[in-house]
């Protein structure tokens, strides 16, 4: 084989999965995007999110920053020198991570060290198997960490809130799935997709449910009972008003696929692997001899090309919107209330996981009364000059803050935190007694918000790595919505307790 074409093909497939969603995925969206009511936050965020899709097809730029741990399953003819194969991979991961394609995402786990690179023990996966045909088949997927912590596993006979007991038979693999749904509300990036595996042991389960997130949204089950129980699970799973970004609203769920493999006696698992809307996922196959592409995968059907679009501010009672530059008031915080609709311009500042850690037992590099602090990690480029530029800049999962954010703001002062998927009720009642609100930007929409940052202003506490550094930025029109507010609101405990209530309604035996 010539390697070096295969890495150059590789490289090709690293970035078309990072940049260009696929076909079953577009369509799937675009008919949530149909059934939503005009003038809702989930309409809003729908609306983003397909701007953010055709931006990065014209930007070649990553869907969203976070481009999560690359997983790739490979089938090879008998004879292929599979290790060969693996270096190819591994060189084309480190070319598409220095070119901006990728985010470094590969951290020691136990010095908290990235490699900068997304090359390192475990990273990335990469998973062979041998087959009778004379090609190399490639699929690789792209899974966040938003999603990735929201995958979740069952052991039956259990106990889930809202539905009761759920058995070692297809009806509690029904209420298992159902439950799935529910506990991840808008932190995975809702609307999403779920791969469940039936059996295995604990390892194999999960592994299975991942298998599943490789099928093609509109294929069919070719076993009757999963068929039945996926139909059941997209009919049913929407009608428990999560919505986009735990808004609220028509669509929870875009896609269900199940798998079952044979288990022990004594274990009975259910594994759920969560996928966010920016379902990245292609596949090729590859010439053995030459190494090139000689098809591309998951290209059936017509292809959505998401027209440019303004992004319309909700219309829903009493919503407002208000624009906001830091340093920002206790008075202009106490004005705002949960469903307002914000617009920042001016600086804000990045902080995730290690920021956050460090703020709670040091001194700010920069002085943060009255600032605005933005959970993400971007994709960042610098150029000749020494200029940083943003690649790619959605939010990341506000929840892992939450032992350190309300204890921070009152530290530091600050009045508003960026995020997405909410917080719990430290952090509440933080923003309460302290005078603060938590925004909720649209996750994934990482061209979308990169677009919103005018400069780069400065860079702080870089030994964390890029993702984690503090990033000081410019920005012009940035959007969110107000979930928590400091009044003792918040839109997420609401929608989780009005999901709860309707969950309950499948509390009675189907299959």
Same mark, same amino acid.
């Given at each position: 084989m010539n390697i070096e074409k295969f890495q150059e093909s590789m490289y090709?497939?690293?970035?078309?999965?990072?940049?260009?969603?696929?076909?079953?995925?577009?369509?799937?969206?675009?008919?949530?995007?149909?059934?939503?009511?005009?003038?809702?936050?989930?309409?809003?965020?729908?609306?983003?999110?397909?701007?953010n899709i055709k931006m990065a097809d014209d930007k070649v730029?990553?869907?969203?920053?976070?481009?999560?741990?690359p997983t790739f399953k490979i089938k090879t003819p008998v004879g292929v020198n599979q290790m060969k194969l693996k270096e190819a991979i591994c060189s084309a991961i480190a070319l598409a991570t220095k070119n901006g394609k990728l985010r470094s995402n590969s951290v020691n786990s136990l010095t908290g060290e990235n490699s900068g690179d997304n090359l390192g023990e475990g990273t990335p996966v990469v998973k062979f198997e041998q087959w009778e045909k004379d090609d190399i088949d490639v699929r690789l997927i792209l899974k966040g960490g938003g999603c990735e912590n929201k995958n979740i596993q069952y052991s039956l006979p259990c106990e889930l809130e809202g539905l009761g007991r759920a058995g070692r038979d297809l009806d509690g693999i029904r209420k298992?799935?159902?439950?799935?749904?529910?506990?991840?509300?808008?932190?995975?990036?809702?609307?999403?997709?779920?791969?469940?595996?039936?059996?295995?042991?604990?390892?194999?389960?999960?592994?299975?449910?991942?298998?599943?997130?490789?099928?093609?949204?509109?294929?069919?089950?070719?076993?009757?009972?999963?068929?039945?129980?996926?139909?059941?699970?997209?009919?049913?799973?929407?009608?428990?008003?999560?919505?986009?970004?735990?808004?609220?609203g028509e669509t929870t769920l875009l896609g269900c696929k199940i798998g079952a493999m044979n288990r022990i006696p004594a274990s009975f698992f259910v594994s759920v692997a969560y996928n966010c809307?920016?379902?990245?996922?292609?596949?090729?196959?590859?010439?053995?001899?030459?190494?090139?592409i000689n098809e591309w995968l998951y290209q059936g059907g017509d292809k959505i090309d998401f027209a440019d679009e303004k992004i319309a501010a909700t219309s829903e009672k009493e919503n407002r919107v208000v624009t906001l530059t830091a340093p920002v008031t206790e008075e202009q915080i106490r004005e705002l209330k949960v469903g307002d609709v914000v617009q920042i311009n001016g600086r804000m500042y990045t902080g995730r996981d290690a920021i956050h850690h460090y703020l709670n037992d040091h001194d700010a590099p920069v002085d943060l009364n009255g600032q605005i602090i933005y959970h993400c990690g971007p994709v960042m480029l610098k150029d000749e000059s020494g200029t940083w530029h943003v690649k790619a800049a959605g939010p990341t999962?506000?929840?892992?803050?939450?032992?350190?954010?309300?204890?921070?703001?009152?530290?530091?002062?600050?009045?508003?935190?960026?995020?997405?998927?909410?917080?719990?009720?430290?952090?509440?009642?933080?923003?309460?007694?302290?005078?603060?609100?938590? *925004? =909720?930007?649209? #996750?994934?929409? !990482?061209?979308?918000?990169? $677009?919103?940052?005018?400069?780069?202003?400065?860079? +702080?506490?870089?030994?964390?790595?890029?993702?984690?550094?503090?990033?000081? *930025? =410019?920005?012009? #029109?940035?959007? !969110?919505?107000?979930?928590? $507010?400091?009044?003792?609101?918040?839109?997420?405990? +609401?929608?989780?307790?009005?999901?709860?209530?309707?969950?309950?309604?499948?509390?009675?035996?189907?299959?």
């Open positions: 090709q497939l690293i970035v078309e999965t990072s940049t260009n969603l696929p076909k079953d995925v577009r369509r799937a969206i675009k008919a949530a995007k149909e059934r939503e009511n005009a003038g809702t936050r989930s309409a809003m965020s729908l609306a983003t999110i397909t701007k730029s990553p869907i969203c920053q976070d481009t999560g741990l298992c799935i159902l439950h799935s749904v529910y506990q991840a509300q808008g932190q995975g990036c809702s609307a999403g997709f779920i791969g469940v595996g039936i059996g295995g042991d604990r390892s194999a389960g999960y592994d299975l449910a991942k298998t599943q997130l490789f099928r093609e949204v509109e294929d069919v089950n070719p076993n009757e009972d999963l068929r039945k129980l996926e139909e059941y699970i997209m009919e049913n799973a929407n009608k428990l008003g999560i919505g986009t970004m735990g808004f609220g809307w920016a379902y990245r996922r292609l596949g090729v196959r590859v010439n053995p001899e030459t190494g090139e999962t506000s929840i892992r803050e939450e032992p350190y954010q309300g204890d921070i703001m009152k530290k530091f002062g600050i009045r508003a935190v960026i995020g997405k998927g909410g917080m719990g009720p430290k952090t509440l009642a933080a923003l309460k007694e302290h005078g603060g609100v938590y *925004l =909720n930007a649209i #996750g994934g929409a !990482a061209q979308y918000y990169a $677009d919103c940052i005018k400069s780069v202003d400065g860079v +702080d506490l870089m030994q964390f790595g890029i993702p984690e550094a503090m990033w000081h *930025l =410019n920005v012009e #029109g940035f959007t !969110a919505v107000v979930t928590m $507010d400091s009044h003792g609101n918040s839109l997420h405990q +609401d929608v989780d307790q009005s999901s709860l209530e309707k969950l309950a309604q499948f509390k009675e035996r189907v299959f």
